[in-house]
């Protein structure tokens, strides 16, 4: 199996690391006035969306696109998937035409897994149903780093529909490899007990004051009503509960920051005076989507030991490497 | 028909409590005779030194997929699975295209069976028609024409006053009911067992209660209306304490387990491995020991396969998609001996008569013996040759098997049916 991107919980800490390291690397080309490498000239990489998605798709065109690969983006509706041809079928269809990486998102669990043990082509897991979502967890620990100094003994508060969040469960195993002190907050149906078992470090609480106070950061999720089969909290007082105001960020930490993976909902999960608020950095999250996806995709298509050095490839119009201690 | 002498085996015949050394003689189909040093001159001879003898085993819960989806299964492939497993007897559930909801359909397969299958194959008939559970399907012309128990399996009756009048309708035909507990609206969507498993796969959970609620429910009507229970594939510890409770009570009620579901708890399955996913499915490691100790407390009546096969294509699908149900009938005996006999949990009689008197006993069915003059169906085991589940091997249609190269210790080496060798190992 072609080494890909399936999710946070496999990885070591050490993984994990230099991804973190190299894109916080690739952070300042976002500023530049030219922001185009060639480190991945002449490969192609496929995003594949079953899923509507705005900002990892395009997150994901961009960051390619800045390491000089070809890109093409498929979406559900226009596949031979709604003719009846199976999901491996499609994918194998695709590897055929000899991509270097496929970037997928799916609305099942496991779907880049199962198809990762068939195919050849390394594999990206832009989201997988209600399992993972890695990339998002790695620049969410790239924006914490951002504002504070290290992941250690951080106190982050997780709050909103865990159940149904791939968000929630890769930023769980990552900040938890990193000693984090999780606080997972939502209604019970939507807080499944057995989440405390995931990794190492968490609380559970349906109290959204207990979650928010002496939080260094607060982490919202979206209510995701389209995976919900069934009835499990009253929809028309959800934001009186569990919807972030002010008065909550008040008990966090005065430096706290508040982050959302997007899209928002206004009223819903968050109110629009936290959402602009000088703690929100929901839009730094979205900036930091490029540079860790550019180090992602570098890592999964660049491998040293595939491609020899071309030349003229690299990066060697960027300063060295950095290094962060966390 | 040549008669057959099995000589210099172990026989093992829990209906007598017989564990000696015996030979058995097989005549006419039947059961000739079992005693020290036969003579019989004329027979063919069958060395099974070193062999355990047992009455042919019972698999009272099967899909054979015919008629309808002959892709994954037919009478003729499952019986031949049945054969090379050790079976001479196997039960088909009725979920088939279309549903065995009457006579017509009962007597294709017992006609189909009778031409085509090395083994016996005994239907059993729907509850309701087209297991939609509302209408009671015509129950009485399917036991005339050979269905053996009612049941609705994977499409169980949710209506508790129409589960109350199949009880008291089967009962007149000494039927047994088998129901496949499961209270559909607190299961729906489920894939996994709900736990630390599916809360980390991101898949949705069935929790253990779902059958629990379904098994009180059922031990209740059975105490109401008189009627023999039979639940099918018990998983849960409760729904295990609470059948050991209701027998105390007197109420007729029997149970079986799947071999899987003594062998694998949800933490050993291999992320998003179909394989792996089956109704009921694969419960926690405290619901796992709980199944031990009720087979070893003889809480547990029978081992039955829930053999259900299903085509490669069905079972490579997103995790979500594939069908429920995995293959069994070729590992069931090997898997009873690694995790129950090899373990000391139970003995060897014990592990036979969940085979073979305890289905036998739970559907009414004189089989399950070696007493003279019950059918000739004999299965010659071994407990310590070592082999390998190849699964493209397998004798089955289907490939959904969790136990692909898994090494066993002991396992089926020949199989007679009504007096004729029906499968013998190559090995």
Same mark, same amino acid.
């Given at each position: 199996?072609?080494?890909?991107?399936?999710? $946070?919980?496999?990885?070591?800490?050490?993984?994990?690391?230099?991804?973190? &390291?190299?894109?916080?690397?690739?952070?300042?080309?976002?500023?530049?006035?030219?922001?185009?490498? &060639?480190?991945?000239?002449?490969?192609?990489?496929?995003?594949?969306?079953?899923?509507?998605?705005?900002?990892?798709?395009?997150?994901?065109?961009?960051?390619?696109?800045?390491?000089?690969?070809?890109?093409?983006?498929?979406?559900?509706?226009?596949?031979?998937?709604?003719?009846?041809?199976?999901?491996?079928?499609?994918?194998?269809?695709?590897?055929?035409?000899?991509?270097?990486?496929?970037?997928?998102?799916?609305?099942?669990?496991?779907?880049?897994?199962?198809?990762?043990?068939?195919?050849?082509?390394?594999?990206?897991?832009?989201?997988?149903?209600?399992?993972?979502?890695?990339?998002?967890?790695?620049?969410?620990?790239?924006?914490?780093?951002?504002?504070?100094?290290?992941?250690?003994?951080?106190?982050?508060?997780?709050?909103?529909?865990?159940?149904?969040?791939?968000?929630?469960?890769?930023?769980?195993?990552?900040?938890?490899?990193?000693?984090? &002190?999780?606080?997972?907050?939502?209604?019970?149906?939507?807080?499944?007990?057995?989440?405390?078992?995931?990794?190492?470090? $968490?609380?559970?609480?349906?109290?959204?004051? &207990?979650?928010?106070?002496?939080?260094?950061?607060?982490?919202?999720?979206?209510?995701?009503?389209?995976?919900?089969?069934?009835?499990?909290?009253?929809?028309?007082?959800?934001?009186?509960?569990?919807?972030?105001?002010?008065?909550?960020?008040?008990?966090?930490?005065?430096?706290?920051?508040?982050?959302?993976?997007?899209?928002?909902?206004?009223?819903?999960?968050?109110?629009?005076?936290?959402?602009?608020?000088?703690?929100?950095?929901?839009?730094?999250?979205?900036?930091?989507?490029?540079?860790?996806?550019?180090?992602?995709?570098?890592?999964?298509?660049?491998?040293?030991?595939?491609?020899?050095?071309?030349?003229?490839?690299?990066?060697?119009?960027?300063?060295?490497?950095?290094?962060?201690?966390? | 028909? /040549?008669?057959?002498?099995?000589?210099?085996?172990?026989?093992?015949?829990?209906?007598?409590?017989?564990?000696?050394?015996?030979?058995?003689?097989?005549?006419?189909?039947?059961?000739?005779?079992?005693?020290?040093?036969?003579?019989?001159?004329?027979?063919?001879?069958?060395?099974?030194?070193?062999?355990?003898?047992?009455?042919?085993?019972?698999?009272?819960?099967?899909?054979?997929?015919?008629?309808?989806?002959?892709?994954?299964?037919?009478?003729?492939?499952?019986? /031949?699975?049945?054969?090379?497993?050790?079976?001479?007897?196997?039960?088909?559930?009725?979920?088939?295209?279309?549903?065995?909801?009457?006579?017509?359909?009962?007597?294709?397969?017992?006609?189909?069976?009778?031409?085509?299958?090395?083994?016996?194959?005994?239907?059993?008939?729907?509850?309701?028609?087209?297991?939609?559970?509302?209408?009671?399907?015509?129950?009485?012309?399917?036991?005339?024409?050979?269905?053996?128990?009612?049941?609705? @399996?994977?499409?169980?009756?949710?209506?508790?006053?129409?589960?109350?009048?199949?009880?008291?309708?089967?009962?007149?035909?000494?039927?047994?009911?088998?129901?496949? %507990?499961?209270?559909?609206?607190?299961?729906?969507?489920?894939?996994?067992?709900?736990?630390?498993?599916?809360?980390?796969?991101?898949?949705?959970?069935?929790?253990? %209660?779902?059958?629990?609620?379904?098994?009180?429910?059922?031990?209740?009507?059975?105490?109401?209306?008189?009627? /023999?229970?039979?639940?099918?594939?018990?998983?849960?510890?409760?729904?295990?304490?609470?059948?050991?409770?209701?027998?105390?009570?007197?109420?007729?009620?029997?149970?079986?387990?799947?071999?899987?579901?003594?062998?694998?708890?949800?933490?050993?399955?291999?992320?998003?491995?179909?394989? !792996?996913?089956?109704?009921?499915?694969?419960?926690? %490691?405290?619901?796992?020991?709980?199944?031990?100790?009720?087979?070893?407390?003889?809480?547990? @009546?029978?081992?039955?396969?829930?053999?259900?096969?299903?085509?490669?294509?069905?079972?490579?699908?997103? !995790?979500?998609? %594939?069908?429920?149900?995995?293959?069994?009938?070729?590992?069931?005996?090997?898997?009873?001996?690694? +995790?129950?006999?090899?373990?000391?949990?139970?003995?060897?009689?014990?592990?036979?008569?969940?085979?073979?008197?305890?289905?036998?006993?739970?559907?009414?069915?004189?089989?399950?013996?070696?007493?003279?003059?019950?059918?000739?169906?004999?299965?010659? !085991?071994?407990?310590?040759?070592?082999?390998?589940? @190849?699964?493209?091997?397998?004798?089955?249609?289907?490939?959904?098997?969790?136990?692909?190269?898994?090494? !066993?210790?002991?396992?089926?080496?020949?199989?007679?049916?009504?007096?004729? +060798?029906?499968?013998?190992?190559?090995?």
């Amino acid at each position: 199996m072609p080494a890909g991107l399936l999710g $946070i919980e496999e990885l070591s800490r050490d993984q994990i690391q230099s991804l973190l &390291d190299r894109g916080r690397f690739y952070q300042p080309l976002q500023t530049q006035v030219v922001k185009k490498l &060639d480190t991945l000239h002449g490969k192609t990489i496929v995003n594949l969306f079953f899923e509507p998605s705005t900002r990892t798709r395009i997150s994901f065109e961009i960051a390619a696109k800045r390491l000089g690969a070809d890109t093409i983006s498929i979406s559900a509706q226009g596949t031979s998937l709604s003719k009846g041809e199976s999901l491996l079928d499609t994918l194998n269809t695709l590897a055929a035409m000899k991509p270097d990486a496929i970037v997928m998102r799916h609305a099942a669990s496991g779907a880049p897994h199962f198809l990762a043990r068939y195919l050849p082509i390394p594999i990206i897991n832009a989201g997988d149903g209600t399992h993972e979502h890695p990339t998002q967890a790695l620049l969410d620990a790239v924006t914490i780093l951002d504002y504070k100094p290290g992941l250690r003994g951080l106190r982050v508060a997780v709050i909103g529909d865990i159940a149904h969040s791939r968000v929630a469960r890769s930023n769980i195993h990552l900040l938890s490899k990193f000693g984090v &002190d999780l606080v997972l907050c939502g209604p019970a149906p939507l807080l499944p007990a057995e989440l405390s078992g995931l990794a190492a470090g $968490i609380t559970l609480t349906s109290s959204i004051e &207990d979650a928010a106070a002496g939080a260094d950061v607060i982490m919202m999720l979206r209510v995701q009503l389209e995976r919900q089969h069934e009835t499990t909290f009253p929809k028309s007082e959800y934001f009186q509960f569990y919807g972030l105001r002010l008065e909550h960020v008040r008990l966090a930490r005065p430096d706290a920051i508040v982050m959302h993976p997007g899209p928002i909902n206004r009223g819903r999960e968050i109110s629009s005076e936290v959402a602009d608020s000088p703690h929100s950095v929901i839009l730094n999250q979205v900036e930091n989507g490029v540079a860790v996806r550019m180090a992602v995709l570098e890592q999964v298509v660049a491998q040293p030991a595939e491609a020899p050095p071309q030349p003229g490839a690299g990066v060697s119009s960027l300063p060295a490497r950095m290094t962060i201690t966390l | 028909m /040549r008669s057959l002498l099995i000589r210099n085996g172990r026989v093992i015949d829990p209906a007598g409590g017989l564990d000696a050394a015996r030979d058995v003689l097989v005549a006419d189909g039947s059961i000739a005779a079992v005693a020290p040093e036969i003579k019989a001159p004329e027979a063919e001879v069958i060395d099974a030194s070193g062999l355990i003898v047992a009455p042919g085993f019972i698999d009272m819960h099967a899909h054979l997929r015919e008629p309808g989806m002959e892709h994954a299964e037919t009478i003729e492939s499952g019986a /031949r699975a049945a054969a090379a497993g050790g079976f001479t007897s196997v039960c088909c559930m009725p979920n088939t295209i279309p549903v065995n909801d009457s006579a017509t359909v009962t007597s294709f397969i017992v006609e189909r069976a009778r031409r085509q299958a090395l083994v016996n194959v005994f239907p059993i008939g729907a509850i309701t028609k087209e297991s939609a559970g509302e209408q009671l399907a015509d129950i009485g012309a399917m036991k005339q024409a050979g269905a053996v128990a009612i049941s609705d @399996d994977g499409r169980p009756v949710m209506n508790s006053r129409v589960m109350r009048r199949a009880m008291e309708y089967g009962r007149s035909f000494g039927l047994t009911v088998i129901d496949h %507990c499961e209270d559909l609206n607190l299961s729906a969507g489920g894939d996994l067992h709900e736990g630390l498993t599916s809360t980390r796969l991101g898949l949705r959970g069935i929790p253990g %209660c779902s059958e629990e609620i379904m098994v009180a429910r059922d031990l209740l009507l059975s105490q109401l209306t008189g009627a /023999r229970l039979h639940v099918a594939h018990i998983s849960a510890k409760n729904s295990l304490a609470m059948v050991a409770q209701a027998r105390q009570l007197g109420i007729p009620v029997t149970c079986e387990v799947t071999p899987h579901h003594f062998s694998l708890a949800d933490r050993e399955i291999v992320d998003y491995d179909s394989n !792996f996913k089956m109704k009921p499915p694969l419960r926690s %490691c405290c619901d796992v020991e709980a199944v031990l100790e009720a087979i070893a407390n003889g809480v547990v @009546d029978a081992i039955a396969t829930d053999h259900a096969p299903h085509t490669g294509s069905s079972k490579m699908q997103e !995790f979500e998609n %594939c069908p429920f149900g995995i293959t069994g009938l070729e590992t069931a005996l090997g898997l009873a001996l690694e +995790k129950l006999v090899h373990t000391g949990r139970i003995s060897l009689l014990h592990m036979v008569k969940l085979f073979t008197l305890g289905p036998a006993r739970a559907l009414g069915l004189t089989r399950g013996t070696l007493a003279p003059g019950a059918p000739g169906d004999v299965t010659v !085991f071994s407990v310590d040759r070592e082999w390998t589940f @190849d699964v493209n091997q397998s004798q089955s249609r289907s490939r959904n098997s969790p136990f692909h190269l898994h090494q !066993f210790r002991g396992g089926p080496v020949l199989t007679i049916v009504g007096g004729k +060798k029906a499968w013998e190992s190559q090995t």
